[in-house]
């Protein structure tokens, strides 16, 4: 997986170790458990918009479907919330393999309206289904993580949690990128005709990856509802699913670092715009429309692109 | 009520819903068929008409015709202004770029709107009274004939645009191909300029119109814009009288699952049809097949 | 090419400085020195500014703004400047957990007023109870405060003191079979369910009960269907702009049933919109916006009276409903600040034994068992007569 990733890694391992002990507060700590279970919705976001060239206008559906699943497993028919973690997977993964066969077949627009109006009926589900889901008005007490007799409890166990997972999601993506999977996900995006006459079965690797990112919802939910305790459907709308797409376009698609990059700015931007009061929503509107128009490519490729120039 | 009377009742009702769903989508039509762009930036325009209308007829107090087409002009101007400054200086942006730059505007409309005209749901008086018209124990509102009427005007004035004008056929060849469109002398930019005035003004009108009907507030362009990209896809993108007829379908749709089945999944049902259309024909109900083909991510 | 690469790495630079200078990562939060010790008592408030329901956090905010001044205008409390630190919610569950971590954190309030809704008041009740911060929500949901949480209050009337309200004078009115539809909000769910709770113990039926959805446009379908049904009445509990739909197409379909909203049309703008199709509409509503009708030596006449005067001096537009809450919710806490001073347990002693305390939404009553305060009696019914508010005769 080039040397250059895994030394990547490891700073990145580092960063996150030595974090906490800059940051004692437990504010910061939290933005940061929401950036890294951000960061796995994109990681496999970025695999399935930047690698294969596919759109998904529905990914707040499978965040919410991890959710939902371990949620209601663990608080409302006591399942341990691992075990429920694992449903969740399993729950979200099928439903992206029912939807993804018939989905992945349409092009461009048509697969973005496709994923909208799945994940769209997937948020009235979560409204309308009340005797499970607590409908619009949700429901609480969820129970938090347990290692052994240890009670995940506060921000710090989430934060060491979270990102010790987005770290092994790295590592499984990056694995994927350099082998020969990666290779043919890549031919797909130069051109779909062109891989299936050299052989390479698009269909089905375009299927494999838009489960894969799913599953890495459905994980970044089940971590949510386990954090957060309390579950209600707005989160998982139409709305977050456009944050999620703008996340892995402004941090660039064509790399799993780019998506955590993207990630990390939307959701600490934020914050820092907290002090502005309503004019927030300029100048978050302001900040996306710049590094859109003047970085196309995301932070990350056009950040790589400047080093290389000065050299 | 006899159920035929409601029947008819649902029946309107669809009418009426699909009708601002069918106006909304035509915006999305002009720019896709011009340059491929979704521009979820749409729903602002029809946001940014109703309130501007609002606006000029009860705070400025002009009368009302002179604010419609004051409205539709400010708006038209707006959707020029957003296409020079942020979509023109790109050099060949990729689509999700494009998708991006649309969100974001429409964040900043919104915003816009906000700090203009405040945060509460405002009303329009309905053109011509508002007492309904009563049709075999059914009901419908003058307003919602306004609509009909001015949607069939848009669409027709739009198929002798696109049929009949220079400037519209060079606008259908741009869609078609851009390259080639430009080799033969056509000046893409300026189709990608005009696409932009064209459908924020018949955004700005649909927003006007159903105004009356369905209240407005800053923060309404969204899901209008979600609907209507849903009618226009299903009807197949870049076919006008597409998302005029499925306007009508989702409309009754909701209205009929409202009313037979569950109002709290009727959304559910339109889309769960919506997708199935989508799976059997890719390329929506009238829409072409290459069309569907030649845009990617 | 090099000189437009000088630029962005400048821009990339000054980004970088401006983002080391402020917020959360900035440099001074290793310089302990530089922070001013605190004097003032910082009271946190979480308020729907943005979003879905600005139009519900913005007389909050602005109610907020206007006792923060007054307050400090007169003094402080016991010399202590107040300052309330305003965080938005944007409407998102997400947001509002991060907001009160912040406020509790970073910001140490003493106290936090708000979430707006009810949604996001039930995200933020795990966070509250486990850092010991007393919370006094502006949310109308039952469930914040049944069953009890020993960190949590409200200040709007319950949902089912509006219910029964609203079935009482149904009562009156010899209607027993009705219809209901909601919005598929927090709020809308809450009232639902209050609504078939408590129906069966006041002797009404529902017989029929629909809902839509909060940005839906015409709902003539599912009144079509209340149309078609025996009902005598509709209640319809939802937010704007549902309330005013639904009021113009009951008139579009001719339906000359009574409607009745919830506690949620508390603001005079709401009428207006509806117009016509608003008149003659019935709903129970704090003392607040019928203040005018209200006999001199009534309790709370002198505190509304004030805060309507006051806040329509400074804001010009009219005072609602939510803007009240809160201050019923600030002034809370401000009395304990006044009597036990920034002690996070004692304000919360203090607040849960609070009696008769008169604000806008009624005269409070806590204890440790009651964590709302009011009684049903809080409510008025009002009705919409020539686009104002007056009390039901």
Same mark, same amino acid.
């Given at each position: 997986?080039?040397?250059?990733?895994?030394?990547?890694?490891?700073?990145?391992?580092?960063?996150?170790?030595?974090?906490?002990?800059?940051?004692?507060?437990?504010?910061?700590?939290?933005?940061?458990?929401?950036?890294?279970?951000?960061?796995?919705?994109?990681?496999?976001?970025?695999?399935?918009?930047?690698?294969?060239?596919?759109?998904?206008?529905?990914?707040?559906?499978?965040?919410?479907?991890?959710?939902?699943?371990?949620?209601?497993?663990?608080?409302?028919?006591?399942?341990?919330?691992?075990?429920?973690?694992?449903?969740?997977?399993?729950?979200?993964?099928?439903?992206?393999?029912?939807?993804?066969?018939?989905?992945?077949?349409?092009?461009?627009?048509?697969?973005?309206?496709?994923?909208?109006? =799945? @994940?769209?009926?997937?948020? &009235? !589900?979560?409204?309308?289904?009340?005797?499970?889901? +607590?409908?619009? *008005?949700?429901? %609480?007490?969820?129970?938090?993580?347990?290692?052994?007799?240890?009670?995940?409890?506060?921000?710090?166990?989430?934060?060491?949690?979270?990102?010790?997972?987005?770290?092994?999601?790295?590592?499984?993506?990056?694995?994927?990128?350099?082998?020969?999977?990666?290779?043919?996900?890549?031919?797909?995006?130069?051109?779909?005709?062109?891989?299936?006459?050299?052989?390479?079965?698009?269909?089905?690797?375009?299927?494999?990856?838009?489960?894969?990112?799913?599953?890495?919802?459905?994980?970044?939910?089940?971590?949510?509802?386990?954090?957060?305790?309390?579950?209600?459907?707005?989160? =998982? @709308?139409?709305?977050?699913? &456009? !944050?999620?797409?703008?996340?892995?376009?402004?941090? +660039?698609?064509? *790399?799993?670092? %780019?998506?955590?990059?993207?990630?990390?700015?939307?959701?600490?931007?934020?914050?820092?715009?907290?002090?502005?009061?309503?004019?927030?929503?300029?100048?978050?509107?302001?900040?996306?429309?710049?590094?859109?128009?003047?970085?196309?490519?995301?932070?990350?490729?056009?950040?790589?692109?400047?080093?290389?120039?000065?050299? | 009520?006899?159920?035929?009377?409601?029947?008819?009742?649902?029946?309107?009702?669809?009418?009426?819903?699909?009708?601002?769903?069918?106006?909304?989508?035509?915006?999305?039509?002009?720019?896709?068929?011009?340059?491929?762009?979704?521009?979820?930036?749409?729903?602002?325009?029809?946001?940014?008409?109703?309130?501007?209308?609002?606006?000029?007829?009860?705070?400025?107090?002009?009368?009302?015709?002179?604010?419609?087409?004051?409205?539709?002009?400010?708006?038209?101007?707006?959707?020029?202004?957003?296409?020079?400054?942020?979509?023109?200086?790109?050099?060949?942006?990729?689509?999700?770029?494009?998708?991006?730059?649309?969100?974001?505007?429409?964040?900043?409309?919104?915003?816009?709107?906000?700090?203009?005209?405040?945060?509460?749901?405002?009303?329009?008086?309905?053109?011509?009274?508002?007492?309904?018209?009563?049709?075999?124990?059914?009901?419908?509102?003058?307003?919602?004939?306004?609509?009909?009427?001015?949607?069939?005007?848009?669409?027709?004035?739009?198929?002798?645009?696109?049929?009949?004008?220079?400037?519209?056929?060079?606008?259908?060849?741009?869609?078609?191909?851009?390259?080639?469109?430009?080799?033969?002398?056509?000046?893409?930019?300026?189709?990608?300029?005009?696409?932009?005035?064209?459908?924020?003004?018949?955004?700005?009108?649909?927003?006007?119109?159903?105004?009356?009907?369905?209240?407005?507030?800053?923060?309404?362009?969204?899901?209008?814009?979600?609907?209507?990209?849903?009618?226009?896809?299903?009807?197949?993108?870049?076919?006008?009288?597409?998302?005029?007829?499925?306007?009508?379908?989702?409309?009754?749709?909701?209205?009929?699952?409202?009313?037979?089945?569950?109002?709290?999944?009727?959304?559910?049902?339109?889309?769960?049809?919506?997708?199935?259309?989508?799976?059997?024909?890719?390329?929506?109900?009238?829409?072409?097949?290459?069309?569907?083909?030649?845009?990617?991510? | 090419?090099?000189?437009?690469?000088?630029?962005?790495?400048?821009?990339?630079?000054?980004?970088?400085?401006?983002?080391?200078?402020?917020?959360?990562?900035?440099?001074?939060?290793?310089?302990?020195?530089?922070?001013?010790?605190?004097?003032?008592?910082?009271?946190?408030?979480?308020?729907?500014?943005?979003?879905?329901?600005?139009?519900?956090?913005?007389?909050?905010?602005?109610?907020?703004?206007?006792?923060?001044?007054?307050?400090?205008?007169?003094?402080?409390?016991?010399?202590?400047?107040?300052?309330?630190?305003?965080?938005?919610?944007?409407?998102?569950?997400?947001?509002?957990?991060?907001?009160?971590?912040?406020?509790?954190?970073?910001?140490?309030?003493?106290?936090?007023?708000?979430?707006?809704?009810?949604?996001?008041?039930?995200?933020?009740?795990?966070?509250?109870?486990?850092?010991?911060?007393?919370?006094?929500?502006?949310?109308?949901?039952?469930?914040?405060?049944?069953?009890?949480?020993?960190?949590?209050?409200?200040?709007?009337?319950?949902?089912?003191?509006?219910?029964?309200?609203?079935?009482?004078?149904?009562?009156?009115?010899?209607?027993?079979?009705?219809?209901?539809?909601?919005?598929?909000?927090?709020?809308?769910?809450?009232?639902?369910?209050?609504?078939?709770?408590?129906?069966?113990?006041?002797?009404?039926?529902?017989?029929?009960?629909?809902?839509?959805?909060?940005?839906?446009?015409?709902?003539?379908?599912?009144?079509?269907?209340?149309?078609?049904?025996?009902?005598?009445?509709?209640?319809?509990?939802?937010?704007?702009?549902?309330?005013?739909?639904?009021?113009?197409?009951?008139?579009?379909?001719?339906?000359?049933?009574?409607?009745?909203?919830?506690?949620?049309?508390?603001?005079?703008?709401?009428?207006?919109?509806?117009?016509?199709?608003?008149?003659?509409?019935?709903?129970?509503?704090?003392?607040?916006?019928?203040?005018?009708?209200?006999?001199?030596?009534?309790?709370?006449?002198?505190?509304?009276?004030?805060?309507?005067?006051?806040?329509?001096?400074?804001?010009?537009?009219?005072?609602?409903?939510?803007?009240?809450?809160?201050?019923?919710?600030?002034?809370?806490?401000?009395?304990?600040?006044?009597?036990?001073?920034?002690?996070?347990?004692?304000?919360?002693?203090?607040?849960?034994?609070?009696?008769?305390?008169?604000?806008?939404?009624?005269?409070?009553?806590?204890?440790?068992?009651?964590?709302?305060?009011?009684?049903?009696?809080?409510?008025?019914?009002?009705?919409?007569?020539?686009?104002?508010?007056?009390?039901?005769?």
């Amino acid at each position: 997986m080039g040397r250059k990733n895994i030394l990547s890694l490891l700073i990145l391992a580092g960063v996150i170790l030595a974090l906490p002990l800059g940051l004692g507060n437990s504010y910061y700590l939290n933005v940061l458990v929401f950036v890294g279970i951000y960061s796995l919705i994109t990681i496999g976001l970025s695999l399935l918009m930047g690698y294969t060239g596919q759109i998904s206008l529905g990914h707040a559906a499978f965040f919410g479907l991890g959710a939902y699943t371990s949620g209601v497993l663990s608080t409302k028919f006591g399942v341990s919330p691992w075990l429920a973690l694992l449903a969740g997977i399993f729950v979200t993964g099928g439903i992206a393999f029912l939807i993804a066969a018939p989905a992945l077949k349409l092009k461009g627009h048509y697969l973005a309206m496709a994923t909208l109006a =799945f @994940g769209y009926i997937v948020f &009235i !589900v979560f409204n309308q289904a009340s005797s499970l889901t +607590g409908g619009p *008005s949700g429901f %609480g007490q969820i129970p938090r993580f347990r290692l052994g007799n240890f009670l995940l409890r506060s921000d710090v166990h989430y934060y060491y949690l979270v990102w010790t997972l987005v770290i092994v999601v790295l590592l499984v993506s990056l694995n994927i990128i350099h082998s020969r999977v990666g290779r043919a996900l890549r031919s797909i995006h130069e051109g779909e005709l062109t891989a299936n006459i050299m052989g390479v079965n698009t269909a089905k690797y375009k299927i494999q990856v838009f489960v894969l990112s799913a599953v890495y919802a459905s994980l970044a939910g089940s971590l949510y509802a386990h954090f957060i305790t309390f579950l209600n459907p707005t989160p =998982f @709308g139409f709305h977050f699913s &456009i !944050v999620l797409v703008a996340m892995v376009a402004v941090g +660039g698609m064509a *790399s799993v670092w %780019g998506a955590m990059i993207g990630a990390a700015l939307l959701t600490i931007l934020p914050e820092y715009l907290r002090a502005f009061q309503d004019y927030d929503i300029l100048i978050y509107g302001s900040i996306l429309l710049l590094i859109m128009m003047f970085l196309p490519q995301g932070l990350f490729a056009g950040i790589l692109r400047l080093i290389k120039k000065e050299r | 009520m006899s159920l035929g009377d409601q029947l008819l009742q649902y029946l309107f009702t669809g009418i009426t819903i699909g009708a601002i769903y069918g106006m909304v989508a035509l915006g999305f039509n002009i720019i896709y068929s011009a340059t491929g762009i979704i521009n979820l930036a749409q729903g602002e325009f029809v946001m940014l008409g109703g309130m501007m209308m609002v606006y000029l007829t009860a705070i400025i107090k002009l009368p009302m015709v002179v604010s419609f087409f004051l409205s539709i002009l400010i708006v038209t101007a707006i959707g020029a202004a957003f296409e020079r400054a942020a979509i023109h200086p790109l050099k060949s942006p990729s689509v999700i770029t494009l998708i991006i730059i649309t969100v974001a505007a429409s964040i900043l409309f919104k915003g816009g709107a906000m700090f203009a005209w405040g945060k509460h749901t405002v009303s329009l008086s309905p053109f011509s009274g508002e007492e309904p018209i009563s049709v075999l124990g059914a009901t419908i509102l003058p307003q919602t004939l306004w609509i009909l009427g001015i949607m069939a005007a848009t669409v027709a004035l739009l198929i002798l645009f696109f049929g009949f004008t220079l400037t519209g056929k060079a606008m259908r060849a741009c869609a078609a191909n851009r390259t080639a469109a430009s080799l033969v002398g056509i000046n893409v930019k300026t189709m990608v300029l005009l696409s932009f005035a064209l459908s924020a003004g018949i955004g700005a009108t649909a927003g006007i119109i159903i105004t009356p009907i369905a209240l407005m507030n800053y923060d309404r362009g969204t899901m209008l814009a979600v609907k209507g990209f849903s009618v226009a896809v299903l009807g197949g993108l870049g076919s006008n009288v597409g998302a005029v007829v499925a306007g009508f379908i989702i409309g009754i749709m909701e209205s009929l699952g409202a009313g037979f089945i569950s109002s709290g999944y009727k959304d559910a049902i339109a889309l769960v049809v919506l997708l199935l259309v989508l799976f059997l024909k890719p390329s929506g109900l009238l829409g072409s097949r290459e069309r569907a083909e030649f845009k990617k991510f | 090419m090099r000189k437009k690469g000088k630029i962005v790495v400048g821009v990339v630079v000054a980004i970088v400085i401006v983002l080391l200078l402020v917020g959360p990562l900035s440099i001074w939060r290793w310089v302990p020195v530089l922070r001013k010790p605190a004097v003032a008592y910082k009271v946190g408030a979480i308020f729907a500014v943005t979003g879905p329901a600005a139009w519900l956090g913005t007389p909050e905010r602005n109610t907020a703004k206007m006792i923060e001044e007054e307050v400090n205008a007169a003094g402080g409390i016991n010399g202590h400047p107040l300052e309330i630190i305003i965080e938005d919610t944007v409407g998102d569950a997400t947001r509002t957990v991060t907001a009160a971590k912040k406020l509790i954190t970073k910001d140490q309030v003493l106290a936090i007023v708000g979430p707006s809704r009810s949604g996001t008041t039930m995200a933020v009740i795990p966070i509250v109870e486990e850092a010991k911060v007393p919370l006094i929500s502006c949310a109308a949901a039952e469930a914040i405060v049944v069953p009890v949480k020993s960190w949590v209050f409200k200040t709007p009337q319950k949902d089912s003191h509006a219910a029964v309200r609203i079935y009482e004078t149904m009562k009156l009115q010899g209607i027993s079979k009705i219809a209901i539809i909601t919005g598929t909000t927090g709020f809308g769910d809450q009232g639902r369910k209050q609504l078939k709770k408590l129906a069966p113990e006041l002797e009404i039926e529902i017989v029929a009960d629909e809902t839509y959805g909060p940005d839906d446009t015409d709902m003539t379908a599912q009144l079509t269907k209340i149309k078609a049904s025996e009902a005598q009445a509709v209640v319809n509990w939802s937010i704007v702009p549902g309330q005013v739909i639904v009021a113009k197409n009951m008139r579009q379909l001719g339906m000359k049933i009574p409607l009745f909203q919830s506690h949620g049309f508390g603001n005079i703008k709401y009428a207006q919109t509806a117009g016509e199709a608003g008149e003659g509409i019935i709903f129970p509503c704090g003392r607040l916006l019928a203040v005018d009708t209200l006999a001199d030596d009534h309790p709370q006449k002198e505190v509304l009276a004030k805060y309507k005067k006051e806040y329509e001096a400074k804001y010009e537009e009219d005072v609602s409903t939510f803007g009240g809450h809160a201050w019923d919710g600030l002034h809370l806490v401000i009395a304990a600040l006044r009597e036990v001073g920034p002690d996070r347990e004692k304000i919360r002693d203090y607040i849960e034994n609070t009696k008769n305390f008169v604000g806008t939404g009624g005269i409070f009553n806590f204890s440790p068992e009651d964590h709302s305060g009011l009684t049903k009696d809080a409510f008025e019914m009002l009705t919409v007569k020539n686009e104002k508010f007056v009390v039901l005769e």
